[in-house]
């Protein structure tokens, strides 16, 4: 079935209110119901609990993942040929020329979904029932928008669809599933972008207490995947469960762990377990895990003013290293941020044009350093965008390892950018999240009450 409306809304813990209550309760001896296109390698685990989520709302809007702080593939491009192609038997009457291509949805039975395009009606047609029939299914409303200079100015279209898929289940069954497809298409351009969801909602009982809870797949073709290395071959991310686990009414983290991903090891509710889902994400089993090393970490609580600053090392671009310490005598602002991380990117050019603003004075240092990140998304980075930048930059060489060693470890940051800054002794006398414009106001304040001024 197809959703004619095209909504775009958030999907938030309003929407599951009106869904089945799910229990998440002691596991009992219950045939498996994990489909074999993503089941792990049998494992002897305990099955610590078993998740039912039977509800599919139909439609989902993408920037959820922005917004939960939770990484998605983003969308996929297939091509568009202008052959007709075979399965197509009666189209609709086109204004332009028309442009074919195809979506794979599921795992069971017939998966290929057809798509023509008319860009001269602004119209996109898809063959969700599968008929071959491109003019019998519902239409979809399309919003038109128009990004980037006007001497260089392109023309989208996109919206959401919601396409019934059938999932293998194992044991000969089959689900029919809604997932959420997001199409988005560049006028003239023989290119369509494609995203797509499997959604499924309840509310989770564990210890006599109720939570909303969402699963969520993130591969092409909606299956949701438990496997890291599978995933991580075919090159899709695995699945996740979003629980609200302090209640407030969204499943966006805030500091509370809400999002768990399929297939490593993850605390639940108090426990570690591994979570495995079957193909359409209906059914989920958590089974005891061991805690991961860094566990053994507990959290340190966060640098505040008036704190000493935790000393550490980085790599600096050129290959040498450097310690804060280096910097003892001067005032600091220190800057954490990582490539990954889109408001940092933000912030950077802010960063850069107060230090040029600053530099003269002697008795003050700007260090960003990069954190909780891949030595090659860094190096990439630098080499794209270094020469822009005359503050020192350096490397955190913990990496996204968190073994007590790491920069936001030491500091005990949840969120970055963070920025600090450091008296010439190197305690701490004001700490920043994100570089707002109140931020930037207090900050130019506070350099500018110990004499530091800008030009």
């Not at 969700?128 to 990004?147: E, M, R, Y």
């Not at 995933?231 to 629980?243: D, I, N």
């Not at 089974?287 to 008036?306: D, H, M, N, V, Y």
Request: hydrophobic residues 40%; charged residues 25%.
């Amino acid at each position: 079935m197809m959703n004619a409306t095209g909504h775009n809304r958030f999907f938030t813990e309003n929407d599951v209110q009106r869904f089945v209550i799910v229990s998440l309760t002691a596991a009992l001896c219950a045939p498996s119901l994990l489909g074999a296109q993503d089941k792990p390698a049998p494992s002897a685990a305990k099955e610590v609990a078993r998740i039912t989520l039977p509800a599919t709302p139909l439609v989902f809007q993408g920037d959820f993942f922005q917004r939960s702080g939770t990484k998605t593939l983003g969308f996929q491009s297939r091509a568009l040929l202008s052959g007709r192609p075979a399965g197509v038997t009666k189209e609709p009457a086109y204004k332009g020329k028309a442009l074919y291509g195809s979506i794979v949805l599921g795992n069971q039975g017939q998966t290929e979904y057809l798509i023509a395009v008319d860009d001269d009606a602004q119209a996109v047609y898809l063959d969700a029932n599968q008929n071959g029939d491109l003019s019998d299914d519902s239409p979809v409303a399309w919003t038109w928008q128009s990004k980037g200079r006007k001497d260089a100015e392109k023309h989208f279209y996109e919206a959401n669809w919601s396409v019934e898929a059938r999932f293998d289940l194992g044991g000969k069954r089959v689900s029919r599933t809604p997932l959420s497809v997001a199409l988005m298409h560049e006028a003239g351009s023989d290119t369509l972008r494609v995203r797509v969801y499997t959604v499924r909602s309840g509310r989770a009982e564990h210890r006599s207490k109720i939570y909303s809870a969402l699963v969520i797949s993130n591969s092409r073709t909606g299956v949701v995947l438990s496997d890291p290395e599978l995933a991580a071959s075919q090159k899709e991310g695995v699945g996740t469960l979003f629980v609200d686990a302090n209640g407030d009414g969204t499943f966006m983290p805030m500091g509370v762990k809400k999002a768990f991903p399929m297939g490593s090891a993850v605390e639940f509710f108090g426990e570690w377990v591994k979570l495995e889902s079957n193909a359409d994400g209906s059914v989920v089993v958590a089974r005891a895990a061991a805690a991961p090393p860094e566990a053994a970490f507990k959290p340190l609580p966060p640098k505040k003013a008036g704190d000493t600053a935790a000393d550490f090392e980085m790599l600096l671009p050129d290959g040498s290293k450097a310690k804060l310490s280096d910097y003892k005598g001067k005032y600091v602002l220190l800057d954490l941020w990582a490539t990954w991380c889109g408001p940092c990117l933000t912030a950077m050019p802010k960063v850069e044009a107060h230090w040029k603003a600053l530099r003269h004075n002697a008795n003050l240092a700007f260090v960003g350093v990069c954190v909780s990140d891949e030595r090659a998304a860094f190096d990439k980075w630098v080499k794209e965008n270094g020469p822009g930048y005359s503050f020192t930059i350096g490397y955190d060489p913990a990496g996204k390892q968190t073994l007590g060693k790491d920069v936001m470890y030491l500091y005990g940051v949840a969120a970055i950018p963070t920025t600090y800054v450091l008296d010439p002794e190197g305690r701490i006398l004001a700490v920043y999240t994100g570089l707002t414009s109140e931020n930037e106001k207090a900050l130019l304040k506070l350099l500018e009450e110990k004499g530091i001024k800008e030009k």
